[in-house]
């Protein structure tokens, strides 16, 4: 349902609606994931000189029209121990990439993740930090250990691609009206 800004507020005036309509009417109206744009389920695979590429971050950027103006939202995806992968929109979580032609970037570099020692130092600071706070029996859960990790400096993996399948990527997909497999054969010299 497509409606102007002025029909809404009119309609916002006659019903008095509440605060949480008035979000999710807001919402509605912001470009992005579900906003007017048909996505479709995507999924498939990347190898590299024939086996499977792991662990790499796959885009899905819909190709500008005139003047650059990107005509949809990017979907991202990462790939499995066996190359594969499942697109998503990150702004409302839903599957697939918008109905249209895409350049394709695949990135393997990134951060290595913590190591054990890492991890076990990160959750002494932290269980020092809640007993300086009155809180000297408090549970650190994974998620909030790996929030912690985060912003600290860790080494990062080197780029095992070649620019032309990331930052200057020649990769392109269309995705059709329905469910869509892409398959990314990559080489290396």
């Given at each position: 349902?497509?409606?102007?800004?002025?029909?809404?507020?009119?309609?916002?005036?006659?019903?008095?609606?509440?605060?949480?309509?008035?979000?999710?009417?807001?919402?509605?109206?912001?470009?992005?994931?579900?906003?007017?744009?048909?996505?479709?389920?995507?999924?498939?695979?990347?190898?590299?000189?024939?086996?499977?590429?792991?662990?790499?971050?796959?885009?899905?950027?819909?190709?500008?029209?005139?003047?650059?103006?990107?005509?949809?939202?990017?979907?991202?995806?990462?790939?499995?121990?066996?190359g594969k992968?499942?697109?998503?929109?990150?702004?409302?979580?839903?599957?697939?990439?918008?109905?249209?032609?895409?350049?394709?970037?695949?990135?393997?570099?990134?951060?290595?993740?913590?190591?054990?020692?890492?991890?076990?130092?990160?959750?002494?600071r932290l269980?020092?930090?809640?007993?300086?706070?009155?809180?000297?029996?408090?549970?650190?859960?994974?998620?909030?250990?790996?929030?912690?990790?985060?912003?600290?400096?860790?080494?990062?993996?080197?780029?095992?691609?070649?620019?032309?399948?990331?930052?200057?990527?020649?990769?392109?997909?269309?995705?059709?009206?329905?469910?869509?497999?892409?398959?990314?054969?990559?080489?290396?010299?």
């Amino acid at each position: 349902m497509q409606i102007s800004i002025v029909e809404a507020m009119a309609e916002v005036k006659r019903s008095r609606w509440s605060l949480a309509g008035l979000a999710l009417l807001a919402a509605s109206l912001l470009p992005g994931c579900g906003g007017g744009e048909h996505y479709v389920p995507v999924q498939g695979v990347v190898t590299l000189n024939g086996e499977p590429l792991a662990d790499a971050k796959i885009t899905f950027e819909p190709v500008g029209g005139p003047g650059g103006v990107a005509l949809g939202t990017p979907s991202f995806g990462r790939t499995d121990n066996e190359g594969k992968f499942v697109l998503q929109c990150p702004t409302s979580n839903a599957s697939g990439a918008v109905v249209g032609e895409h350049r394709v970037r695949i990135i393997t570099s990134g951060m290595l993740p913590p190591t054990d020692a890492q991890k076990e130092a990160a959750r002494k600071r932290l269980m020092q930090q809640e007993a300086a706070a009155g809180n000297p029996n408090a549970e650190i859960s994974e998620e909030r250990l790996l929030d912690y990790l985060s912003d600290t400096a860790r080494p990062s993996r080197p780029e095992l691609l070649p620019p032309r399948y990331h930052r200057e990527s020649t990769l392109t997909f269309t995705v059709p009206n329905q469910a869509a497999q892409a398959e990314f054969a990559l080489t290396t010299p």
